[in-house]
């Protein structure tokens, strides 16, 4: 198996896989990530990454978090969150090279720096040690925000300074909301301090920087008492979604990122190597569903990144002082009106077939009875722990909601369950598009 890319997403999955005995090959270029010197991965991580296998290791290649952490946001004053213990400071660069030197030590191939390129069926791959030639029955994209993509959310630019902090400031990691954006300022107990500002990316670079001059001088936590301020780089931060290449299988930034307000990219990324690694050991037993597999983890991944554009706009949507400025404006999107129970009867579309489908068992995934959408590929057995099969059935002639529950409860399949909870998930099945008013059925 071939993983080009080795930050967190493509590290975490050649390591997962050569602990297991899978035959990686994991390729890095080596560039520097371009974000400030530190990034942060919140506490509430934890029980991901002792689920995922991951909490050793990334402990040991982090290091714990020592800031206080504070937002000013919603209103003039500084607001500390409760201290909580276990969150960690990751220094990128340092922290994805102990990622890969963990994957290395569990007998993954490790090439860094190294280039690779396609060669017919094959792959030649150069680096310091010459070149080499290799075949691979997967290949993996873990290549970060590079490629072919679409925006998901307003185009923003992230402007990185480093500074001289006020020794009053040191160890506090401040969040903040201005007219012209927002920042997050981390300031270690020694060393330089990292301020990022987050800005309108339809600006010319003239109109940014003075929007960023702008914001220093109107700032009140840290970032205002910056002496010596140097722009490091500045990038874009955009919200993105990669086109699909179906043969591929791309995890973490190379499929979607996540708006940075969310800050859980990182996160994302570990979680999704884990994922991706379940759809690998999937493939290499069942090659014919390959591709059907690598789509799942790509429903899988958008559903994260849609996830975390929630968390994102719950934040916008908290700061109401700049609501008029055009920065906020494009960031308070109307919040989608709570699903409107859909009048009249309902019925099953048309697009939807009882089959077999590939549900997550464990380690890898598994057959189990279900329903696949032809018109979207997305396949599913349950709506938490409701199954869906017997709750379609219960709109095998039109129904309204409250007759389908009604008839739901005589199906054993269901009349276990709660009521409120199959006309829940006949709630879900109506926002996926899975039941729909009768005359409506999907072509
Ligand atoms: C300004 C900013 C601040 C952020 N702050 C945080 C934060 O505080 N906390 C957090 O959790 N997240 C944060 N994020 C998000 C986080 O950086 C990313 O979500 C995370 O790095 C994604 O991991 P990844 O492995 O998918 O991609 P990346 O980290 O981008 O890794 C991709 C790797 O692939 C390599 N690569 C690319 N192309 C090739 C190629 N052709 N051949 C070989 N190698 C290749 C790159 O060198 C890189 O090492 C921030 C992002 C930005 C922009």
Redesign the pocket.
Known sequence: MLV???????AALALLLARDGVAVVL?????A????P????LASARALLVRCGLDDVVAAAAEPDPLRHGASWGSGGLVWREPEAGGLL?R?GPF?ARLRAAAAQAGAVVRCP???RADGDAFELRGEGGEERLHARVVVH?????GVRQRHGPHTI?C?FLGEPDPADRATAVVEAVEAGWS?THVPPQGPAAC?WFVDGALDPAVRRAAVQQAFASARGPAARLRDVQLRFA?D?TPTVADAVPAVLS????VA??D?LS???????LA?AEHAAAIVRTALGEPACTERLFALHRRWELGLATAHRGTAQQWYGREDRFAAAPFWRARTVAVPSPLSLPEGHLQAASTLTMQPVLVRNGARFARVDGVRDSATGDERSHIGYVPIAPVLAAFALPRSLGDAVRQAGTDARLFVLPPRAVHAAMLELVRLGWLVPTGLARA
């Open positions: 080009v890319g080795g930050g967190p997403a493509g390729v890095e270029h080596g560039r990530h371009r974000s400030g530190f990034e942060t991965m990751l990128r994805d190294a280039q690779v873990a290549t970060g925000r590079g992230a990185t997050w990022a990038n931060a995890l973490g930034d190379a990122t996540a940075p800050s859980q990219g990182v996160e994302k990324a999704a």
